[in-house]
């Protein structure tokens, strides 16, 4: 049976040239596993939004919106809480409470159900989402994974009858966000929920989806199951976030079923012959960018270490990607190579000067810069252009000097479309060049990146591969700390790993990736057995494209 | 709720919260010595228990010297009386004085610690849960506000963090670093209006303002809890009652009152200190309790 139907949905914003949606049609049974994807600004989260009538945004909307045969916006404000559950992206603006406990109980409180009720509730969700535990814990003590989990317990205390989720797990690591799907699925499987979600990280999602829906400047092009979807669209741009198996499938030209997991993909390649690809080891200039020697580092003297005796030479042009679970101390490094914190023991070389005899000015004036996390936490103005001309004056460059710099930076990173715009108005990808922008304008030479492709989709993330290789030519040595294996196999020169505090087998991507079975690029356990060295899609390809079957 | 905590603690707040209210209350508005005695030890035997001896005792310099300033601070200032001890620059220091600063200082320290002792046991969840009771709004309020304030913390380290790599924090001087502040200060006001506006969004999609709202029951009210509750209205009636007949006047100018007690009034005492030591009672009961269920396994 049908649950959710649009017809002819068209929507405008106010202010917006164009529509925002554009006649689109789309019905969904119940019980059904929805994906909608498609590049940032193709109107997923309006079409969401849409959706339930509360969270719609304010413009002009055309078509039908049906809810179990019933027009959306007739539906009282009561029963559209209860039985279409939302999930928004941000896990820290969508907790309301301070405690897990009232934050589960928050909308059973807006319904007004009574106590017994609301403890039974509270109680099955608690368990079955495995946080009883915490239960009474601050909300502000869990992670952005946890968070996540508890916004979807919350929704599914009022048991609605359809979620929607808006790329959920964009904020999240990986580990977090595979965690957070494989908890999705079992509501659909378990339950028999109806699920409509919006995402960019296919790779997961793809395999448990029953359709996928593309969508490309507000229309729907594509609405198919994934297989089908895979096949159609393998050449497309947006073919860059499919999953690998799906990606190598459409590169050698397959015939017949498409495959979506690993397994599937090894099936595949099952036939071709053995092949092995030589390792490149790229020859890096012998001048060192910056050197740790035994570095020690803890946030308070009762506090256990964080860093334990890093030890590492990066060369000046290299691009080196970090890689290392939640909590392994990324951060923490990357801070104190950017002189925001200091270790206790060792020493740090920074251009063949010892970090300690730096002044701040000159660390942070075209030395070492970096790219945070969070990339709205560069912005301090109201504009993006605002933001780039105060980091220019601060860098003591004049009104002219500046405004070449700016165009020039923004033609580089194809920002300037966006300059006028308000930072946090910017998508994740657009933010990130904005901020990467600003960052840039104190010409470091040596970049640093905290969690780059968190937030972006697999587009955008195409564009600042671009860029951080541009740079690396350039002569910029850029650092990354990174849990995105397949982004560090394809645009570094050096991996490591940080595991215990310390820099574990830095080596190239071919080396560092091929023997291991966890810690490795899908690619890589695809083509595991047949090709030898393959860890990137691209290298796959190649490989079998030169192999007879 | 509070897990390491005995009986009282695990009482429905209701009745812990007006206990220590009612026994706050009375030690505020009684100046005989004998009141505001078994008022303070029995809050201090009941500080103890939940503290531990460890914790009191560092805080045992804090509450000396604040009890010997109230207490030496009264004669110097006041000179009724009729004993002088001695004369400091022309004016007698009394005797009479002298007592009654000791007086309400043990007054000011038993309410302090009875103040401790309920900030203990009702925690931040329990006073929501409290206020939600009558006031619904504001009890939402403050829970939103309290999960803001780590987070607002975090987010203007991350900012701080941020702009110091960009270079902004890096002259010197007051100037410059109220300056750098002020900007991070800005930005933070930005994010948190923006961070709002998407925590309302999500409000409104979970149904805030759909309808009648109810609150969830922390804690239930059970038959001890009620037991409990007529148990120290009982013995605050009586004590109040004993006060307002005058069963606990004690004067100290201008000479003090012959006898700390009458015999008549002995039996008011005794109300007031049942009413300061349950609390006591009912966490050592606990833990011996639970000393002989562990021998016995």
């Known amino acids: 049976m049908e649950i959710l139907t649009l017809k002819n949905l068209s929507f405008t914003y106010p202010d917006g040239d164009g529509k925002a949606i554009e006649n689109v049609s789309l019905s969904v049974r119940e019980g059904e596993f929805v994906v909608i994807c498609g590049r940032s600004g193709c109107g997923k989260t309006t079409l969401l939004r849409l959706m339930k009538n509360e969270l719609a945004p304010v413009g002009k909307k055309e078509g039908e919106i049906l809810f179990r045969g019933q027009h959306a916006e007739d539906i009282d404000a009561k029963t559209s809480a209860g039985s279409i559950g939302f999930v928004a992206q941000n896990p820290e603006s969508q907790t309301v409470t301070d405690k897990v406990w009232h934050e589960l109980a928050f909308g059973m409180e807006n319904l007004g159900y009574d106590a017994d009720e609301m403890r039974l509730r509270a109680g099955e969700l608690a368990n079955y989402f495995g946080i009883t535990g915490r239960l009474h814990s601050d909300t502000a003590t869990l992670s952005g994974g946890q968070k996540q989990l508890l916004a979807l317990a919350s929704a599914m205390t009022l048991s609605p009858e359809i979620l929607l989720l808006d790329e959920p797990t964009s904020q999240l690591d990986p580990i977090a966000a595979s965690g957070f799907i494989s908890t999705l699925q079992r509501i659909n499987r378990e339950l028999g929920m109806t699920v409509i979600l919006s995402e960019h990280r296919l790779e997961e999602v793809f395999p448990i989806a029953d359709r996928v829906v593309v969508m490309k400047g507000g229309r729907i092009v594509c609405s198919d199951t994934p297989r089908r979807v895979c096949e159609l669209l393998g050449n497309d741009p947006i073919s860059a976030g499919f999953p690998s198996a799906a990606r190598i499938f459409s590169g050698l030209d397959g015939k017949g079923k498409c495959p979506l997991t690993v397994r599937e993909g090894r099936e595949f390649l099952s036939s071709f012959e053995k092949k092995s690809l030589p390792i490149e080891e790229k020859t890096h200039s012998p001048e060192v960018a910056f050197s740790m020697k035994n570095l020690w580092q803890r946030y308070e003297r009762n506090s256990p270490d964080i860093i334990k005796g890093a030890d590492i030479d990066v060369f000046k042009g290299e691009i080196f990607s970090l890689l290392g679970g939640n909590g392994s101390g990324k951060t923490t490094l990357l801070s104190v190579i950017a002189g925001i914190e200091k270790a206790y023991r060792g020493k740090l070389t920074v251009l063949g000067k010892n970090i300690k005899k730096y002044s701040p000015a000159e660390l942070h004036r075209g030395t070492v810069a970096m790219l945070p996390q969070d990339v709205s936490t560069v912005f301090i103005k109201n504009t993006v252009r605002d933001d780039l001309f105060d980091i220019c004056r601060a860098v003591g460059c004049s009104k002219d000097e500046a405004e070449k710099k700016i165009a020039e930076i923004c033609g580089e990173l194809s920002i300037t479309e966006v300059l006028s715009r308000h930072p946090y108005d910017l998508s994740g990808g657009e933010a990130q060049r904005a901020a990467l922008a600003k960052v840039l304008l104190t010409e470091p030479e040596i970049l640093l990146l905290d969690e780059p492709t968190k937030a972006v989709d697999a587009c955008a993330k195409r564009v600042l591969t671009g860029i951080l290789r541009r740079l690396a030519e350039s002569g910029v040595t850029v650092f990354a700390a990174t849990h995105d294996t397949e982004f560090a196999a394809e645009i570094s020169d050096r991996c490591a790993m940080l595991f215990d505090g310390s820099v574990i087998c830095p080596s190239c991507p071919q080396v560092f990736f091929r023997k291991n079975d966890f810690y490795t690029t899908s690619s890589s356990r695809i083509s595991r057995g047949v090709f030898e060295n393959t860890v990137t899609t691209e290298q796959v390809v190649a490989l079998g494209k030169g192999a007879d079957k | ?297």
């Open chain 2, 1 to 297: 709720m509070n897990g390491n905590y005995g009986k009282f603690a695990s009482l429905h707040p209701l009745p812990a919260a007006l206990h220590m209210l009612f026994v706050i209350f009375i030690t505020m508005f009684s100046q005989s010595p004998v009141m505001l005695a078994v008022s303070l030890v029995g809050g201090a035997a009941f500080l103890l228990t939940l503290d531990g001896a460890k914790r009191v005792f560092s805080d045992f310099w804090f509450y000396l010297s604040f009890f010997l300033l109230i207490a030496i601070t009264n004669p110097l200032f006041s000179h009724d009386g009729v004993t002088p001890l001695f004369f400091m620059n022309g004016n007698p220091v009394t005797l009479e004085a002298f007592l009654c600063g000791i007086d309400i200082a043990a007054m000011i320290l038993a309410a302090l610690i009875w103040c401790r002792c309920f900030s203990i046991i009702i925690t931040a969840d329990k006073a929501l849960f409290l206020i939600g009771g009558t006031a619904k709004k504001l009890a939402l309020v403050l829970s939103v506000s309290i999960r803001f304030i780590p987070l607002m913390k975090r987010k203007w380290r991350q900012i701080k963090n941020a702009q110091i790599a960009l270079g902004y924090y890096s002259e010197k001087g007051l100037v410059a670093k109220l300056t750098s502040s002020l900007r991070v200060f800005s930005a933070l006001v930005t994010w948190s209006l923006e961070n709002s506006v998407e925590t309302g969004m999500t409000m409104r999609a979970r149904g805030y303002g759909a309808g009648k709202r109810t609150n969830y029951a922390l804690c239930r009210f059970t038959a001890s809890d009620g037991a409990f509750t007529a148990f120290s209205l009982v013995l605050a009636a009586f004590s109040v009652f004993g006060m307002a007949c005058g069963a606990f006047s004690f004067d100290f100018y201008p000479r003090l009152s012959p006898s700390l007690i009458s015999s008549g009034d002995i039996g008011f005492v005794f109300a007031f200190a049942a009413l300061s030591f349950a609390p006591f009672i009912l966490e050592v009961t606990e833990a011996v309790r639970w000393k002989y269920l562990r021998s016995k396994i």
